[in-house]
């Protein structure tokens, strides 16, 4: 139990199946970090894929990379998703602090927070 002061999770949620395991793994995120948390994955919106797709290309141009960022975008998790997974942890967990954001022109969501409630 509190065992980092912040915990960090870059664009893995995607890979992570079930709702329930996702729930597993925020309240595990809640338990070890000390101080806060900063997570953010992709948002499966429309444009999604499209976006990451050319993107991919204009900066890397390896077809790999590009199919596999497309990949991602559509099996991750939709904000609303997120935030439904989050109310039902925070209830079964009593846990407070964590909200997912949306950010709306880009396809991504992030879940900041601290232990004490107070905005990262």
Do not use: Q
């Not at 000390?34 to 499966?44: P, S």
């Not at 077809?63 to 998703?81: F, H, I, W």
């Amino acid at each position: 139990d509190e065992s980092f002061d912040i915990v960090i999770s870059s664009y893995m949620v995607h890979h992570i199946r079930t709702p329930g395991k996702v729930a597993v793994f925020l309240s595990e995120v809640y338990r070890i970090a000390r101080e806060g948390w900063l997570i953010a994955d992709f948002d499966r919106r429309i444009y999604a894929p499209l976006l990451v797709g050319v993107a991919g290309f204009l900066l890397s141009g390896s077809r790999t990379l590009v199919s596999d960022g497309v990949k991602s975008v559509r099996r991750a998790y939709r904000a609303a998703e997120v935030n439904f997974i989050l109310e039902e942890v925070r209830k079964a967990k009593k846990m407070s602090g964590m909200d997912c954001v949306s950010y709306p022109l880009f396809p991504y969501w992030m879940i900041r927070g601290r232990k004490s409630g107070d905005s990262v």
